[in-house]
Every structure is written in structure tokens, then in C-alpha cells.
């Protein structure tokens, strides 16, 4: 059953003993974080934690809540991130069987893919208090300052709701926001992003552009704007799909945009792509470096509106692993089936944490022609955002790519560099400040499978070293017995 709001899953968290509640006087300058860092870097993740008693505001913090693989299970309401990613595949996969009984029988499938589109309602949680105009002040947000190098105070965990000035299609994104005053902040929208395209059709128009944040909300609507959707599908109709249940949503009330009625708080306003935009940064970002200073749009607050007891949810990145490992890995398990839709040889990925998910991908193939690999590695290069990944290592199906052990063992096993390394230019990460150019630079490519005569490999290619099944549980048998 899918969880109603933010405060339902802290509620849940607690009573399967995730939570840690932190009552001591905390400064959101910078002490959140440290605390929040120790315990991101703690095994498994650590416990999500509530601060209820933030220096200058009466409101509680919640971070880390979705920092292990458990707490990001139950954001989504499974036990194992892949059941949503196989629940994805069954749809992807939906064949008009003969007869009518077949027919019959994937019904629930195909009204499966259209039950839950977002549900507009008149009133919500979310506007129990409304601030604006002059009454707008995000002081009383307890906004964390995350790093000492850092531009200002920052709101990390937002969606950014915007639309399409052309088509109406709407976008929620997730992108760091700097506040400045009591109600003027700085929009990061990078130019890979879709609210960034908004903003660019706006600014041709000459017209102002609305946009709402919303803060908190169920889960599973929190995680959809780090999913990295189509342009063409909202992400509150995939919230639905993963919660099972419609997203219940409101129209702001001095912007034409709708939010999710569950929220905690919303932010509401406009940008003027008229005006001068503001330098914004640094910011101690995901890489674990600062990304330097650069000007974005101004985003001025027209009106504030929160639950009467709002909760406000915040996150913090910086040197991995930390909480957006997590949010990533479920990005991993359940967008693999749209991946094999189009690469069908693909057996498994993973992105490990020292990556930063764009900067390391492992892929096992089902390996079935010379330069496989290659083709492999070019279709990853030309899905979405997997434009950006730096670094892609294509190993064999028999290869556990979720252990990089194993797999970096293989593959410096595998390669002849010269022969075996790819490189090629393209779009890069805003954020890689190691690339040639802001923004372009050059990807890299390794072959890590076992090697075909037609790809130049003329010598005798070895066995794996793997002990028989026989002798394994022969050994099993007596372990218990040798003391060990």
C-alpha cells in the first residue's frame, strides 16, 4: 500500500527502527551536514534522521530517508527495487495473445498502464497556510548551508514543477535552489535538463515563466524527479504507476501550475528571462568537489504555502557514498527493462557509488558477434542522460557487474589497452570539471569481453578458474566438521 504522504513514511520508518530522532539544539549551518555525512558513510547507510530542534526555526528536518536499500524499498513499496523494474518489463512486453480468453487475461495489464493519471482536487494539505506577497520569508525554512566553500544557504531535495510553453507537457525536475533573501533565489537548471528547455522556449518568447517547488510529498512522488523520463511522460503519472495509486494534485494560488496536494511546503513564483541572472555557487556537489561559481536565473517567491506542521525534507551530496547513491541505484533497477527494450543483449548494469552514476557503468552482455561491445556501447552513449556517462565497461554475461571486484579483475584480465580502449567525444556532465570544455568532452569505452579471432585475438583463450560443483558440495557437507 502506497504511502499518503511524507509524514506516513517517517511514521513507518520509526516503527521498523530506520529513524533516529536528534532532539539536541543543531545549527543548519553546516552541523546538519557533518551529522548527516558520518552517518550516510556508516555501512549499509545509516539510519534516516529527524531533527527537531533546528537553531532559528520551529520547524523539523528530515534527511537521509530514502539512504539505504531498505528505506528506498519501502519509499517504493517493495521488498526489492528489481519488482518494479520487472513490473515495468511485464508492461513493456504486453503481446495480443490469440483468442478471446488470452485477451481476457492481460486486461489488468493494460488498464494497468492507464488507472492512474494524477487527480486534481480543490483543497490540500499543502495549503493549510499561505504566505504572499510581503509575507513570504524563507527564513522560516530551516534551510541547511551544506559545506564551508558554499555560495549560501541551499534547498537540495525539491521538484521543480514547470511546463512546456509550446506543447503544455509538464516537467518536475530535481535541481539545487540558493536562496539569497526571503524570497529570491537562484534556479540550477542545468542545460541538459528539461526545465532548462523550458526556460530557453520562454526566453525566445519573451515571456515570463511560472514555476512551483514543492518540498515532501509521499516517496515515491519525492523520488520521480531524479528519474530520468522521457520529455514526453509526466512524471506524476510514472508516481502513479509506482505507488499504484493516483497523485492527488492542487493548483497554486497565484501561479497556473499544479503541486502535489500531499507536499509539505511549496514554493511558488516566476522567472523573468529578461532579467540579469545571478552567480550562483559554489556548491560541494555529488563528484565530492565544488562546482564553481556561474549564472543562472533569479526565482522570485510569490507565495509560501505549507501544511499548519510541515515537515521540511532536505539531502546533502558531496564525496560518495551518500544518500544520492541510493535514490540512484532504484533509477538503476528500474529502468534496466527500458534499456533491454532497446539493447536487448544487455543482461545487467550497475553503477557503483565511486562513479557518481554517470562516470562508471559496468554492463554485462550476452555477447553474439565481433565488436558487440562497441554496438553496445554506442546504444548506451545515445540513450537520455546516459550521453553523459564517462566511462563504459562492457564485460561478459557470466561477470557480476554489482561487484567491482570482480569485474575490474576480469576486465584488467581482458583488455589489451590498444586494442581495447574506445574513445570518443560528446556531451559531457555540467558538472565534470575535468572535460576539455564546459560541457563537451571525451567518453571512454572499454572491451572487456573474452575475445573473438574476427576482433584480431589469434592465441588460445583460457577457462575461468571454478571449482566443481561436485567437489563444492562434498565440501559443504563436512565444513561444519573441519573447525574452521
Not at 530542534?53 to 520547524?59: F, I, P
Not at 495549503?127 to 555560495?151: A, F, H, R, S, Y
Request: charged share 25%.
Amino acid at each position: 500500500m502506497a504511502f499518503e504522504n511524507l509524514r506516513q513514511f517517517i511514521d513507518a520508518l520509526d516503527r521498523a527502527g530506520e529513524l533516529r530522532r536528534i532532539r539536541t539544539e543543531i545549527d543548519p549551518k553546516f552541523e546538519v551536514t557533518e551529522i548527516a555525512d558520518r552517518c550516510m558513510k556508516s555501512p549499509g547507510g545509516g539510519p534516516a534522521l529527524l531533527f527537531e530542534n533546528v537553531r532559528g526555526t520551529r520547524m523539523p528536518l528530515a534527511i537521509n530517508l530514502f539512504g539505504s536499500r531498505r528505506r528506498m524499498a519501502m519509499a517504493l513499496g517493495v521488498e526489492d527495487l528489481n519488482e518494479v523494474g520487472d513490473r515495468l518489463a511485464r508492461m513493456l512486453n504486453l503481446k495480443v495473445p490469440e483468442g478471446l480468453l488470452g485477451k481476457l487475461a492481460m486486461l489488468p495489464q493494460i488498464v494497468e498502464m492507464t488507472k492512474f493519471p494524477p487527480r486534481r482536487v480543490r483543497s490540500a494539505p499543502c495549503q493549510e497556510v499561505v504566505l504572499k506577497g510581503d509575507e513570504v520569508d524563507l527564513g522560516l525554512l530551516p534551510i541547511i548551508t551544506c559545506w564551508p566553500q558554499d555560495g549560501g544557504p541551499y534547498i537540495t531535495l525539491p521538484m521543480v514543477i514547470t511546463r512546456d510553453p509550446e506543447t503544455g507537457i509538464r516537467n518536475v525536475g530535481m535541481y539545487r535552489i540558493q536562496v539569497f533573501d526571503r524570497n529570491t533565489t537562484a534556479m540550477h537548471w542545468q542545460r541538459h535538463k528539461g526545465s532548462a528547455r523550458h526556460f530557453d522556449l520562454h526566453q525566445r518568447r519573451g515571456e515570463r515563466m511560472e514555476v512551483a517547488v514543492a518540498l515532501g510529498g509521499d516517496p515515491a512522488t519525492m523520488y520521480c524527479p531524479t528519474a530520468p523520463l522521457p520529455p514526453s511522460i509526466d512524471e506524476f503519472l510514472f508516481a502513479g504507476f509506482l505507488r499504484s495509486s493516483p497523485v492527488e494534485l492542487v493548483k497554486g494560488v497565484t501561479v497556473d501550475l499544479e503541486v502535489p496536494a500531499q507536499a509539505e511546503i511549496v514554493l511558488e513564483g516566476y522567472v523573468d528571462p529578461k532579467e540579469e541572472m545571478l552567480v550562483e555557487g559554489p556548491f560541494g556537489d555529488h563528484t565530492g568537489f565544488y562546482s564553481l561559481a556561474d549564472r543562472y536565473p533569479a526565482f522570485h517567491v510569490t507565495a509560501l504555502t505549507m501544511r499548519k506542521d510541515p515537515v521540511y525534507p532536505t539531502t546533502i551530496v558531496g564525496w560518495p557514498p551518500m544518500e544520492d547513491y541510493y535514490l540512484g541505484h532504484a533509477t538503476e533497477r528500474i529502468f534496466l527493462p527500458l534499456s533491454r527494450l532497446i539493447l536487448p543483449e544487455i543482461v545487467d548494469y550497475h553503477m557503483p557509488p565511486e562513479g557518481i552514476f554517470h562516470n562508471l557503468i559496468f554492463v554485462a552482455i550476452d555477447k553474439q558477434y565481433p565488436g558487440h561491445a562497441y554496438k553496445v556501447m554506442n546504444g548506451l552513449w545515445g540513450q537520455g542522460l546516459m550521453m553523459l556517462a564517462k566511462l563504459i565497461i562492457v564485460v561478459d554475461k557470466d561477470v557480476n557487474v554489482h561487484d567491482p571486484v570482480e569485474a575490474w579483475c576480469t576486465v584488467l584480465n581482458h583488455i589489451d589497452p590498444r586494442r581495447d580502449v574506445h574513445f570518443t567525444p560528446g556531451p559531457v556532465d555540467v558538472l565534470d570539471h575535468a572535460s576539455a570544455s564546459f560541457t563537451f568532452g571525451t567518453k571512454m569505452g572499454i572491451d572487456g569481453t573474452r575475445k573473438w579471432p574476427e576482433e584480431g585475438f589469434a592465441r588460445d583463450w583460457p577457462d575461468k578458474i571454478v571449482m566443481s560443483d561436485e567437489v563444492k558440495q562434498k565440501i559443504d557437507q563436512i565444513w561444519d566438521k573441519l573447525g574452521i
